[in-house]
C-alpha cells in the first residue's frame, strides 16, 4: 500500500549530538510537511516542501534543518538538540499545494534527548 | 492568522452512547476545508472526518458526523454508538494554506 514511512520509531540522542530523521513516501506527493508535537499539545507545523521549494514557519528554531533530496525522501535535521526538543515528530505529504483531499501522516518518530 | 479553539480538554462518554466535541475557528477565508483527526496512544494521526467549507451538507462517516455552521465558524465532531476504541485524543484542524490543530480533546469511553 501506499503510505508515509517515517525511520526510526523511536530515536534517542545525546543533548547537543546532531540526529536526523527520515521520512520516505509512496504516494508521488509533491509536498511534504514536518510537524513537532510535545506531550499533550497540538502537532506544530515547522516547515514544509513544496516540491523543491523549501518554505519556513516563522517561529521554526535555527537549530531545525531540513532536506528533500528528492521526491520520495525528506530529512530532518536538528543541530544540536536540547532537552526542549524532545518530542514526536509527524512527516505529512499531500498530493499538491492545498491537496488536502490527499492529506497522509506518517506514523511519527519519539525523539528522546537525554 | 488563524486559530482553531477546542474549549473541552477532556471528554467522557458511556460505550454505546453519543458525544460531541467541539471546535471553533477564526478566519476571513471563505475557501478552506476542515478535518478531525483522532490520535490514539501510538501517536498516529488517523483521519475521521473532513469537511469542505463550500459544501453545505455536513459530512457523514459511518458513526461520525459533523455539525458545520460557517456563520459561526463552529465545527462539532458528533461520535454515535461510542466504542471503547474510540477512547483517543482528537484533534480539530482548519486548513487553507497550511494545516492547523486546535489543542485537542481527550476522549474517554467508560464501559
Known amino acids: 500500500d501506499a503510505m508515509v514511512i517515517q525511520n526510526p520509531r523511536y530515536q534517542v540522542t545525546q543533548f547537543g549530538k546532531p540526529v536526523t530523521l527520515s521520512c520516505s513516501q509512496t504516494?508521488?506527493?509533491?509536498?511534504m510537511y514536518w510537524y513537532q508535537q510535545k506531550s499533550s499539545q497540538a502537532p506544530k507545523l515547522l516547515f514544509h516542501y513544496y516540491d523543491k521549494d523549501f518554505n519556513n514557519e516563522a517561529d521554526t528554531p535555527d537549530n531545525f534543518q531540513s532536506r528533500r533530496p528528492n521526491t520520495s525522501f525528506c530529512f530532518l535535521d536538528i543541530r544540536s538538540p536540547g532537552l526542549g526538543d524532545a518530542a514526536m515528530y509527524l512527516c505529512?505529504?499531500?498530493?499538491?499545494?492545498?491537496?488536502?483531499?490527499?492529506?497522509?501522516f506518517g506514523s511519527g518518530t519519539r525523539l528522546t534527548v537525554v | 492568522a488563524q486559530t482553531v479553539t477546542q474549549s473541552q480538554p477532556e471528554m467522557s462518554v458511556q460505550e454505546a452512547e453519543t458525544v460531541t466535541l467541539s471546535c471553533t475557528y477564526d478566519t476571513s477565508e471563505s475557501d478552506y476545508y476542515l478535518f478531525w483527526y483522532k490520535q490514539p496512544p501510538s501517536r498516529q494521526m488517523i483521519l475521521v472526518i473532513r469537511q469542505e467549507a463550500y459544501k453545505q451538507q455536513n459530512a457523514t462517516e459511518n458513526r461520525f458526523s459533523v455539525n458545520f455552521q460557517k456563520a459561526a465558524k463552529s465545527f462539532s465532531l458528533k461520535i454515535s454508538d461510542s466504542q471503547l476504541g474510540d477512547a483517543a485524543m482528537y484533534f480539530c484542524a482548519y486548513v487553507d494554506n497550511d494545516m492547523r490543530f486546535g489543542a485537542g480533546t481527550r476522549l474517554t469511553v467508560k464501559p
Open positions: 505529512a505529504t499531500s498530493s499538491n499545494y492545498r491537496g488536502w483531499k490527499s492529506y497522509t
Open positions: 504516494l508521488n506527493h509533491n509536498v
